[in-house]
């Protein structure tokens, strides 16, 4: 069985730059003192308006008591007033970027992109200024989520500046949204030239560069940038988080393991973080293969946050990992829940349900949760193969023949395991070996080796070849698969009583 690690922590320190600098600008302190100070510039300037007649002057009041509403929270009421400034004097572009501020705080990043590009309008020859608004454009349309756009934004800012070491920070944040990990690490190591003597700034990027090269599998450099960052600043708990995550990949689980209690404890109270950690502590155990803890860490995930379907599948996996094969089917088909409109999904997890069912010797429940599966997708071919095998087991030949055939006749690639096994069980017995055999040396990772081997254990085991079917069982359990889910396998009953298949389930 798979079981997936997910990467829950992805989250970035530095903010993009337009969200962040409106913040700034509009979340001074809120004290007794400045609120005073705000509403007396609202009652003088909206005195001002009632003898003013002069356009440009009424438009400069209209900013100042624009600015104080922003200052006080009033978004919608400083939208107003700025509107009308430009409706008196077209020409005070200085407007344009203060609406644009609280268009960011309000949330409408389109409207303030838009009074950022007019600002533009106005910079031409001032390539300093002019990178520094393609900044804030960036920071817009990364608080959007139009990632690819935020990249192109700050790569202008950067041929405006090359030296602009922000926005090659923010290009670096966009990057690892969009998955492009090496281009995020490439982005955040010049940005760093620029933040030498900003400590929380420079902690920041090192934390992001860190995630990047964790997502490249580049776990040695991830924990020196995790640490790096917690010499800044120690009080980074994510960081904690992804130490844990590096030293179980690294085989360090000692430490791993110390980081993901320290984690544990750092997020006291987040159920939802503590959810994702135990699923990704869960993980450690799985390397590990200590079952029992990672249904353990599974379930205190779905315990913090019982809407955390990573939990519930992580969970499902763990039991059928353990050889618990009916709670396993049980913690898929709670799963069904959060998937009942994504078919893709719903295929997948039925997959999951009918192996074990078949596993449980439930052939009724098997047959039927395969035709659920097909009537989604009536090219997923696994299902032909389960319901063949189960109708082979209530002795219904004919019904499993037509399941094997339909396979034959779907699969063009002719090479997938669904196709070598509708091979074998229609009396083409070598050429099904060929084919799984051929699967082995076209693997991508030590994962796929791992099911191959698997697979051919299975047709040794049927084709009562219990030498071969152990050799090849090593090999998969050698490449990581759990000796308590092939345990539960029925295709193995009839190696249960040979030596080899004996001292391989005794093993740790």
């Not at 990057?175 to 010049?190: C, I, P, R, S, Y």
């Not at 490249?216 to 924990?223: F, Q, R, S, V, W």
């Not at 803890?293 to 599974?298: L, N, Q, S």
């Not at 763990?318 to 959060?338: C, H, P, R, V, W």
């Amino acid at each position: 069985m798979k079981k997936l690690i997910p990467l829950a922590f992805s989250m970035a320190i530095c903010c993009a730059a337009g969200k962040a600098t409106a913040q700034r600008m509009l979340g001074m302190p809120d004290s007794a003192e400045m609120r005073k100070e705000w509403l007396k510039t609202i009652e003088r300037t909206t005195q001002d308006m009632a003898i003013s007649y002069n356009h440009k002057s009424m438009a400069a009041i209209l900013v100042d008591r624009a600015d104080a509403e922003a200052h006080l929270k009033r978004y919608s009421k400083a939208i107003d007033d700025y509107n009308k400034a430009i409706f008196f004097d077209p020409a005070l572009r200085l407007v344009y970027d203060r609406r644009a501020r609280v268009y960011e705080v309000m949330g409408n990043y389109r409207a303030a992109i838009g009074d950022r590009e007019k600002a533009l309008a106005e910079l031409k020859g001032d390539k300093l200024n002019a990178a520094i608004a393609w900044n804030y454009i960036a920071g817009d349309e990364f608080a959007a989520g139009n990632y690819s756009k935020a990249v192109k934004a700050d790569s202008t800012a950067i041929m405006l500046w090359p030296q602009f070491a922000m926005a090659y920070a923010n290009k670096g944040l966009a990057n690892l949204q969009l998955g492009k990990f090496q281009q995020a690490v490439d982005d955040f190591t010049e940005s760093m030239k620029g933040f030498q003597g900003s400590i929380l700034e420079l902690a920041a990027i090192y934390k992001n560069r860190a995630d990047a090269y964790r997502n490249l599998g580049k776990y040695t450099e991830a924990i020196s940038d995790y640490n790096s960052t917690l010499q800044y600043a120690p009080d980074v708990k994510i960081c904690y988080w992804g130490l844990a995550v590096c030293y179980g990949f690294t085989n360090q689980h000692l430490l791993a393991e110390n980081n993901f209690a320290k984690s544990a404890a750092l997020y006291k109270g987040d159920n939802q973080d503590l959810s994702k950690i135990y699923v990704e502590w869960a993980a450690l155990e799985d390397i590990r293969h200590d079952y029992a803890k990672e249904i353990a860490d599974d379930s205190l995930a779905v315990a913090y946050d019982n809407k955390n379907a990573d939990a519930y599948n992580a969970r499902a996996h763990a039991y059928a990992l353990n050889g618990q094969m009916q709670k396993s089917i049980d913690s898929f088909s709670e799963l069904t829940k959060f998937y009942q409109a994504d078919k893709a999904a719903m295929v997948e997890l039925y997959g999951a349900i009918a192996e074990q069912e078949y596993f449980l010797g439930q052939y009724d429940k098997a047959i039927e949760t395969s035709n659920a599966a097909i009537t989604l997708d009536p090219h997923a071919l696994l299902f032909y193969l389960v319901k063949g095998r189960a109708y082979l087991k209530k002795a219904s030949n004919d019904m499993a023949a037509t399941s094997f055939n339909q396979i034959l006749a779907a699969d063009t690639s002719k090479h997938t395991s669904a196709y070598a096994f509708a091979l074998f069980f229609t009396g083409k017995q070598d050429q099904a070996l060929g084919i799984l055999k051929a699967g082995i040396e076209q693997s991508p990772n030590d994962v796929a080796s791992a099911y191959h081997y698997y697979y051919l254990a299975r047709m040794c085991a049927l084709m009562n070849k219990p030498d071969d079917a152990n050799a090849w069982l090593r090999k998969s359990f050698d490449s990581g698969y759990s000796r308590k889910y092939a345990l539960c396998d029925p295709d193995f009953d009839n190696l249960h009583s040979t030596q080899g298949f004996k001292d391989m389930i005794a093993e740790k």
